[in-house]
T-cell receptor, first 113, second 109 residues
Framework: DAGITQSPRHKVTETGTPVTLRCHQT?????MYWYRQDPGHGLRLIHY???????DKGEVSDGYSVSRSKTEDFLLTLESATSSQTSVYFC????????????FGPGTRLTVL | RKEVEQDPGPFNVPEGATVAFNCTYS??????FFWYRQDCRKEPKLLMS???SGNEDGRFTAQLNRASQYISLLIRDSKLSDSATYLC??????????FGSGTKLNVKP
């Protein structure tokens, strides 16, 4: 158990509203990731962080921004939510050592109406 | 071309059967390989890492074939509790992981 929590766990919002999802970890892992999972696409990387204030884009970053002001928290923001952003969002962490894998949070189910 | 490809299944097998999944990856510079298990509406969880020499964990055996760029997962003596989606994961950019879409396994009584 990597001590990862996500909040909220479920959210319904309307098109055009801003949404922030939070990922919190207790193990001080260096790397943190945000993915979305949709049927037929598997997990796709949105953004990741390799340290406090150090972030980079993944393959599906358009419409999303992130921030990491503390080691333990990684925030994902949808500036203006669209229906295409309806998905399940997973946060993951990794210690960042060679051959290390990732550990996932429980997910946030977001519905944009 | 996708980084990682898997047969989506479903594989429907009886209890006690042996079942195997393959996964292919496109980047020959890939460095590390994993199998994850994902239950319905849950987060993915690491099942096992895959090493060049192959490795076994109880009923589960993973193999890596770098020449042909595929990894495999063999499950022996399938249990009902093995029913899940199995995700193949590859890492070739340091600390960026690429996921297959998953193979669904249904184990029937």
């Amino acid at each position: 158990d990597a001590g990862i929590t996500q909040s909220p766990r479920h959210k319904v919002t309307e098109t055009g509203t801003p949404v922030t999802l939070r990922c919190h970890q207790t193990e001080n892992h260096r790397y943190m990731y945000w993915y979305r999972q949709d049927p037929g696409h598997g997990l796709r990387l949105i953004h990741y962080s390799y340290g406090v204030k150090d972030t980079d884009k993944g393959e599906v970053s358009d419409g999303y921004s992130v921030s990491r002001s503390k080691t333990e928290d990684f925030l994902l923001t949808l500036e203006s939510a669209t229906s295409s952003q309806t998905s399940v969002y997973f946060c993951a962490v990794s210690p960042g050592l060679a051959q290390d894998t990732q550990y996932f949070g429980p997910g946030t189910r977001l519905t944009v109406l | 071309r996708k980084e990682v490809e898997q047969d989506p299944g479903p594989f429907n097998v009886p209890e006690g059967a042996t079942v195997a999944f393959n996964c292919t990856y496109s980047n020959s510079a890939s460095q590390s390989f994993f199998w994850y298990r994902q239950d319905c509406r849950k987060e993915p969880k690491l099942l096992m890492s895959v090493y060049s020499s192959g490795n076994e964990d109880g009923r589960f055996t993973a193999q890596l074939n770098r020449a042909s760029q595929y990894i495999s997962l063999l499950i022996r003596d399938s249990k009902l509790s093995d029913s899940a989606t199995y995700l193949c994961v590859v890492n070739h950019n340091f600390n960026k992981f690429y996921f297959g879409s998953g193979t669904k396994l249904n184990v029937k009584p």
